[in-house]
């Protein structure tokens, strides 16, 4: 079975901070994805990459970048944390471009 | 402007009965289309795929129709249980986004006993 793990289940920063989201997983897939879901908005990508230090801006990337340094670990950084980045961060893998997607179990992530 | 909605935020239906749920987009060429469980906390979870060039596709009790005319799919659960209680994504894939998928915002499904 596919696993996606996430670093923290439950995260609480205040404004200003830098934060760190990991993501690992273990199936070899080429591409990885970091979404946010707020009620009523769905999912919506941020960043996504289709190999090792590349990456490409999804719908909504501003206040976040990206780092895959190795294929396993996509990370998700927000520079300066703002109360409108509250959410639930949801990492996804899949082995190729547009197939299923295996996601994580997400991070509800506070700022104050 | 392109859309993937999900017609209702919320369904509730009583145990045993079909649950059918509805996803339509406009302005997309979809490749294919999927569908997600998605429970609280949790992170989303595939069930199905159905192709543009397909009509249906089954799964033990879950049934998924595909009709490019209507620009519309239907999602179906059969004989439902409170256990099948959960939110329900679909999503899609267009061929013109070969590494992107677009999620609409879910239904969520109560089935009471």
């Known amino acids: 079975d596919v696993k996606v793990t996430q670093s923290s289940r439950y995260l609480v920063k205040r404004t200003g901070e830098k934060v760190f989201l990991e993501c690992v997983q273990d199936?070899?897939?080429?591409?990885m994805f970091w979404y946010r879901q707020d009620p009523g908005l769905g999912l919506r990508l941020i960043y996504f990459s289709y190999d090792v230090k590349m990456k490409e801006k999804g719908d909504i990337p501003e206040g976040y970048s990206v780092s895959r340094e190795k294929k396993e670990r996509f990370s998700l950084i927000l520079e300066s944390a703002s109360t409108n980045q509250t959410s639930m961060y949801l990492c996804a893998s899949s082995p190729g471009t547009g197939e299923t997607q295996y996601f994580g179990p997400g991070t509800r992530l506070l700022v104050l | 402007s392109q859309k993937i909605e999900q017609n209702s935020e919320a369904l509730n239906i009583q145990e045993g009965k079909t649950a059918t749920l509805t996803c339509n987009y406009t302005?997309?060429?979809?490749?294919?289309l999927q569908w997600y469980r998605q429970d609280p906390g949790r992170g989303p979870v595939f069930l199905l795929l159905?192709?543009?060039?397909?009509k249906e596709k089954r799964k033990e009790r879950l049934k998924v129709t595909f009709d490019t005319t209507l620009k519309q799919s239907l999602f179906h659960i059969t004989a439902s249980q409170p256990a099948d209680s959960a939110t329900y994504l679909c999503a899609l894939r267009a061929f013109s986004s070969a590494s992107k998928i677009i999620f609409g915002s879910g239904t969520r499904l109560s089935i009471r006993p």
């Open positions: 199936m070899d897939h080429e591409n």
């Open positions: 302005n997309y060429s979809p490749a294919y």
């Open positions: 159905i192709r543009e060039n397909e």
